[in-house]
């Protein structure tokens, strides 16, 4: 009846420790290792700045000042505070949203990107170049999206990338607040127990 | 046990939904309670991995070399900051707690010292009234004792204004006679005490006499009559001004008195 639950590959644990390596590394100096954790993590990184502020240029600085922050920061990483990646990603979209929101141009990029909200297809986008590991864990995370019910996972998606109010985005789906607060929780309770810790 | 409620909340905070006071709450309750951090960091961590839902897209050419020389020029943060700055909260609770302290004892110390400095004022003030009100009584007193000072001296003044006079008997019959003659010249008035005084016949008067050298004859101060005790008090005023009562005398002159002393001197004094 139900889909088998997506399991991680051996290689997410070593691929989250070997992160926590290299920023221990980063920590001390080795600017080598903040070009290994470039190799890693800095594709997913940039393609989630560009798909919220839909501009390559913008998105670059993004990367570009997310990794500084990590080069800096990087003594004050906690392991037991999420994954390094968890960590980046939260930083590249926190920078990526005050961008939008600074520029005002939430209304444009919504209208530009309202495509974009359709489930994208599981393994199409997923080019040669990539990391193996990376795409593993890409193919994990749509897979438990897709395993989420319509509304919720466009819920999270919206909650995610678009940088929209609780208030805003029951506007924009046209329902009621706490419906909304419903599906998010739902939904990402969900993915929490279909996606592994640590991927 | 997390509430649903609590799994809502923290789902929205994954999501940075939450905001202002209700942000501020949940915080707090985040602190409080491990059960909902753990629950919350796995949100997070569920929520952050979305991203790879995005469609991937090739990194641009040149942005390494732009992270790697921007590194270059920024040195990361000190590994020793580290446990520091992990410590910091406490040093900072630590530094409040010795402030708390310090502040607490200065405290004391000022309302220790308030409240002696209070009493000491009220001691001060205490002593100032008692001081004004001795103050007060002794110029009561002061004033009570100028004013009886006042009075003597005014009294004195009177007794040196009036002349007192002893008179001498010249008559055989009059030797125990002690008579003083007492004259007030601002008054123009006098005053005879007399004792053993011989007693006069009833067609006979004793007469009063004031010696004055502005006149040619002794000037009349009336008449009087003597009971058998010979003990009288009399006031007397002279029908003449005088100005300088050189003298008195008493004559024993005929009933009803004469204008010039006609009859034997019987009392002179000067």
């Known amino acids: 009846m139900s889909e088998p639950t997506p399991s991680l590959p051996p290689s997410g644990d070593d691929q989250g420790l070997e992160q926590a390596r290299l920023l221990a590394a980063m920590a001390k100096g080795d600017r080598s290792a903040l070009g290994r954790l470039y190799d890693s993590i800095a594709r997913p990184l940039y393609s989630l700045a560009y798909r919220i502020v839909n501009d390559s240029a913008e998105a670059q600085d993004i990367v570009q000042d997310v990794f500084l922050q990590i080069w800096q920061k990087a003594a004050s990483y906690d392991t037991t505070r999420g994954s390094v990646f968890g960590w980046a990603a939260t930083l590249t979209r926190n920078r990526a949203i005050d961008r939008v929101r600074m520029r005002k141009r939430r209304s444009e990029l919504l209208a530009e990107s309202a495509p974009d909200l359709q489930p994208a297809p599981l393994e199409g986008d997923l080019d040669s170049g990539a990391s193996l590991w990376l795409q593993e864990k890409a193919r994990a995370v749509r897979t438990a999206l897709g395993q989420l019910a319509p509304d919720q996972k466009t819920a999270i998606e919206l909650a995610f990338f678009s940088g929209l109010t609780q208030l805003q985005i029951a506007a924009k789906l046209n329902e009621p607040l706490g419906t909304i607060k419903a599906r998010i929780r739902r939904g990402l309770l969900k993915l929490k127990e279909t996606l592994p810790t640590r991927l | ?270």
Not at chain 2, 15 to 30: A, C, H, K, S, Y
């Open chain 2, 1 to 270: 046990m997390i509430t649903e409620r609590q799994e809502e909340l923290a789902a929205l905070h994954a999501f940075g939904l939450l905001e202002g006071q209700e942000r501020i709450d949940f915080e707090v309750e985040l602190m409080r309670d491990p059960e909902l951090r753990t629950l919350t960091l796995h949100l997070v961590e569920a929520a952050a991995l979305t991203s790879l839902s995005a469609p991937q897209i090739d990194l641009p050419s040149g942005l390494k070399d732009r992270v790697l020389a921007a590194a270059a020029q920024s040195a990361p943060t000190n590994v020793v900051a580290f446990p520091l700055l992990k410590f910091a909260p406490w040093a900072v609770a630590a530094g409040l707690a010795l402030a708390a302290t310090w502040l607490t004892s200065q405290n004391f110390s000022l309302r220790t010292e308030n409240a002696n400095l209070r009493t000491e004022r009220q001691l001060a003030e205490t002593a100032y009234k008692m001081a004004q009100n001795q103050l007060a009584e002794r110029s009561l007193l002061a004033e009570n004792m100028i004013s009886d000072l006042g009075n003597k001296l005014r009294k004195s003044e009177d007794l040196a204004r009036l002349k007192v006079t002893a008179l001498a008997s010249l008559a055989g019959n009059t030797k125990e006679a002690q008579v003083i003659a007492v004259w007030d010249p601002e008054r123009q008035a006098g005053l005879l005490t007399m004792d053993k005084l011989p007693a006069t016949n009833d067609g006979e008067d004793y007469q009063i006499w004031v010696v004055d050298p502005a006149y040619k004859n002794p000037v009349n101060g009336g008449v009087f009559h003597v009971s058998s005790d010979g003990r009288i008090a009399l006031p007397f005023k002279p029908d003449q001004p005088v100005a300088q009562a050189a003298a008195f005398a008493i004559s024993l002159e005929k009933k009803g008195g004469v204008p010039k002393a006609e009859g034997p001197i019987v009392l002179l004094g000067k």
